[in-house]
């Protein structure tokens, strides 16, 4: 089998893409955060002591979606054309759904900049939120579609 991530010498490298074709792709991703009923029942609110927490969080995970490649190792830097942030309050649940959206043409996948946006921004809440209850739970992180590339199309 061979690793693509290390060179002959069994040493880590950034894989070379540049004989690969340039494909219109793009990926969804999809993560929760469990809160308190007084979290949502104040985030409907809007009380929030810091503010618009989804607004921050959006903002957020579009930041993080931009700087992936600065924080995974071996992650190609990606010229994104688009990406886009969504949030479901569920209410009954106490949970905030998180979509994150990236969009690229290039010669790699944009999954690892889908799933980043989603962490960041449920971490972004968190941060937010903490002050109000710290037992919030982060969880379901995962891809839940991608289109283009070798590989082709993927759907969870």
């Avoid at 569920?90 to 010669?107: L, N, Q, R, Y």
């Amino acid at each position: 089998m061979d690793f693509t991530h290390f060179n002959e010498e069994g040493k880590a490298h950034m894989v070379d893409v540049s004989e690969k074709n340039q494909t219109q792709r793009t990926a969804t991703a999809f993560g929760k955060i469990k809160v308190s009923k007084e979290i949502i029942s104040k985030l409907l609110n809007r009380e929030i002591e810091k503010g618009d927490v989804l607004g921050v969080a959006r903002v957020g995970g579009i930041m993080g979606m931009k700087k992936t490649s600065d924080l995974i190792p071996m992650c190609h830097s990606i010229f994104m054309t688009g990406c886009d942030m969504e949030f479901k309050i569920m209410e009954e649940e106490s949970e905030i759904h998180i979509f994150a959206t990236a969009k690229t043409v290039g010669k790699t996948g944009i999954e690892m900049e889908a799933l980043t946006g989603v962490s960041i921004a449920a971490l972004t809440i968190y941060d937010m939120c903490k002050s109000i209850d710290k037992r919030m739970v982060i969880s379901d992180i995962h891809l839940i579609s991608k289109t283009g590339g070798k590989s082709g199309d993927f759907h969870f």
